[in-house]
């Protein structure tokens, strides 16, 4: 059984083993005949599973598998075929502020508290950095981030991190002189 997972800017292909396999070829085809046309032989491998990464998103392409056995003159009949169109697959981060920061966000889209969801591509890091308003310090994140380091945060989903500040409190110390009369 032959399965395609798309996804941005590739086509992942997996299957299960044929007994007596010693390679699978695959095969794809583009265009407007679909299956039954112009196959060309894309990747020879031991394995059951590839990646094709020389396809172009919104493009249908079609796959096929064909095992090979200890003889080069040995083979399977071919696959079924199936049809994977890769797509840019896109995430939205959104972020919150408790107390009085800033947030912003490396690549660009994040300024919170105006602006606190961007939508990323899937596989983005984001590098998420805070600054604390003046008589306020930052405690720590919480989400998808934790700590009071750096959060990155890997767009292969829906991502949400809050920042939280709290107010500085004022240390009042008093000297106390005592004197002794003797």
Known sequence: TLTVTP?????????????????????????????????????DITGTSYTDTNVVNGRTYYYNVVAQGASTACYTRV?????????????????????????ASAP??????????????GGTVVTLSQTADPGWVFTGWS?????????QVTMSAARSVTATFVPLRALTVKQIHEYMES
């Open 7 to 43: 996804g941005n800017y590739q086509n992942q292909l997996s299957w299960t083993t044929v007994p007596g396999a010693s390679r699978y070829w695959v095969m794809r085809t583009e265009g407007h005949a679909g299956c039954d046309f112009g196959k060309t032989r894309i990747a």
């Open 108 to 121: 660009p889209g994040i300024a919170c508290p105006a602006d606190c969801t961007e939508t990323y591509a």
């Open 79 to 103: 696959s079924t075929c199936v049809e994977g169109t890769p797509q840019l697959t896109t995430f939205a981060l959104t972020v919150a502020v408790i107390g009085s920061g800033d947030v």
């Open 143 to 151: 989400g998808d981030c934790t700590g009071t380091g750096a959060c």
